[in-house]
């Protein structure tokens, strides 16, 4: 059971190219934004789309893989953890962010399984 523990399973797209910060040790951090998709019919019988969007931070082999064959568009499976921190902005007030930290990405698209293979 503790694998359950602040367990995040995502599938969705990337929704924009991945970010790399590389520091001076030569470790890499790797941000993404995964979109999810909810579908489910209103109160009318209508079909509704909801996106949510997650920010994803990599360190290590996941963001080497999520650098080398991620972009914009491609389809991903993620398992990771629950992160939240907080900082001060310019205005002095504290804003708060959540992420998830990747433990794990498989590559569901056919572009990003090709760049592997080539």
Do not use: C
């Not at 914009?72 to 990771?80: E, P, T, Y």
């Not at 907080?86 to 760049?115: C, F, H, P, Q, W």
């Amino acid at each position: 059971m503790n694998n359950l523990r602040n367990s995040v399973r995502l599938v969705g797209f990337i929704g924009k190219d991945p970010e790399v910060k590389t520091f001076e040790s030569g470790k890499k951090k790797v941000r993404l934004l995964v979109a999810t998709q909810e579908v489910y019919k209103n109160g009318q019988g209508e079909r509704q789309t909801k996106t949510q969007w997650h920010n994803v931070v990599a360190w290590g082999q996941p963001a080497h893989i999520a650098e080398q064959y991620l972009q914009k568009g491609s389809q991903v499976a993620i398992n990771g953890r629950l992160m939240y921190r907080s900082y001060e902005d310019a205005n002095g007030e504290t804003r708060y962010i959540t992420e998830v930290l990747m433990n794990e990405i498989v590559m569901l698209d056919r572009i990003a399984k090709e760049k592997v293979a080539s």
